[in-house]
């Protein structure tokens, strides 16, 4: 029975030694799980608290691409172009877009891209206008060795607008959203 309770009372010892120096070891701040124990690529999002992060927690490369140094704020090197067409139809009527014409604005640059673009018609002191195509690209103008307007192929460096034969306006704005010096890639799927 002696022994029984000497067996308990040294485990009871070394029981209570652990706790003690688990409880001092953090207490201390002495790390008991440390990078060494956790596999790579396995703690997410989730894992850390909110507002625990330090930003000298985060590699140079994150700080930079959190901040913006490291690149763009994501608008710049985009900037608006815009023609203006009819802008003689108060003085001369006869000086307005023609039905089913083709109105263009081009980027500053042809290594630039129309990323967006649009026309306006009402508000201009003209009639309302049909639309029949709107996309972008740069017009190859009929001349006396290819008698036929078309779009240039690959090209993506400005708006063409096409308006409706019944419905034309007097005057109307083209105007395109452009980037910067950018190689948009362009896929094409044709649809039967």
């Not at 000497?6 to 990078?35: K, N, P, R, Y």
């Not at 996309?135 to 036929?148: Q, V």
Request: net charge negative.
């Amino acid at each position: 029975m002696r022994t029984r309770n000497i067996l308990i009372a040294s485990l009871a010892a070394v029981i209570a030694a652990i706790a003690i120096g688990a409880s001092g070891a953090q207490a201390a701040g002495v790390d008991l799980f440390g990078s060494k124990n956790i596999q790579d690529d396995s703690v997410r999002s989730i894992d850390v608290k909110d507002g625990t992060l330090k930003v000298n927690d985060l590699r140079p490369g994150a700080v930079e691409a959190l901040s913006g140094s490291a690149g763009t704020d994501g608008i710049a090197g985009l900037y608006y172009v815009t023609a203006k067409y009819g802008t003689n139809a108060a003085n001369d009527p006869s000086a307005s877009v023609n039905e089913g014409a083709i109105a263009t604005v081009a980027c500053d640059n042809e290594a630039d891209t129309a990323i967006s673009g649009g026309v306006q018609t009402l508000g201009l002191g003209g009639q309302p206008a049909a639309v029949a195509s709107s996309f972008p690209g740069r017009m190859h103008w009929a001349d006396e060795t290819d008698p036929n307007n078309y779009p240039k192929a690959d090209r993506l460096d400005g708006w063409i607008v096409q308006f409706d034969a019944q419905r034309a306006p007097v005057k109307a704005d083209i105007w395109a959203l452009c980037a910067t010096g950018t190689d948009v890639p362009q896929t094409v799927t044709t649809i039967s």
